[in-house]
């Protein structure tokens, strides 16, 4: 049989192009209603939350249903070029660039493409290009060598755990995905919890690496890429509790997260001492305030003010 198309076949695939490509491009409407739907919590009368809401009403998880705002907000803000991408897949190349550089981007991608044509493998290209040459300094995320930073290789002592233990399930796996020294490990083990260690340094880069079976993750995780571990937690849709710097609430990238997904954080009540890898447990608490940052574990308010030693035994 001949790889060329009749002139029948080639009508019918145009009109079936043509159906895919419009169904393809109402993902801004769907963007848009989701962002409403969110925003003003119009699910509220029959759901308790938005991600309740994706999943029963209309099967979509919530990473899904942000994905699609995400792509709304991607098309709004390429509006002053004329052409929007013609579906979510392309927008999402674009999505992690601040909004001008978006707008570059997919200008560049338009430019460029082969036979006019754009796709999201072609968005990708160029935005890997035009971000050649800025790069950031180089920090451990997949595929990266790891090089630590200032608090990346601290660890935490047991006491930290104290106000975070009487919100997690006995029967829980525990991940500690940035195990270190294994100081947590051994405190959750000896409080009776299963706890998978893994860490870069036995090669288990945690944006690479996950374990088969785990409940909820419980780490003091590399500071130098906290942006990218509280994403990554957040995308598997699944409890943590991560000991982050207090100041990590003012940051606008982690609070789109937080404001997104939800957060609960239990503050301690003084500064803990870390152990560094020049200095052993030696010298005063940390220069900075922690905070256990976690979501899913139904604590039931957004702050909780631990008293460390009085709870610590
Ligand atoms: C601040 S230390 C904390 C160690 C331990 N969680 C604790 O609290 O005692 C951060 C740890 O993250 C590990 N790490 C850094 N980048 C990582 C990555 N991409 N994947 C997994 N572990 C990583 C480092 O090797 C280091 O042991």
Known sequence: MSSALTITENQKLNALENTIARGLKYYIEVGEALLTIREERL?????????DYCLTRWNMSKTHANRMIDASEVAENLTPIGVIPA??????????LPADEQRTAWQTALDTAPDGKVTAAHVREVVETLSQGKQKPKTNRAGDKYIPQGFDACQT???ALTPLLPHLYTDWQIWECASGEGLLVEELNARGFQVIASDILTDQNFFEYVPSQWDCIVTNPPYSIKYDWIAQCYAFGKPFALLLPVETLGAKTAQEFFRDCGLEVIFLDRRINFKMPNKGWEGSAAQFPVAWFTYGLNIGQ???FARLDEEHH
């Open 43 to 51: 699910y509220r009368a029959q759901f308790n939350t938005f991600e």
């Open 87 to 96: 579906n979510e897949a392309q927008t999402r190349e674009l999505a992690a």
């Open 302 to 304: 957004q702050m909780t």
């Open 157 to 159: 002592p047991p006491e």
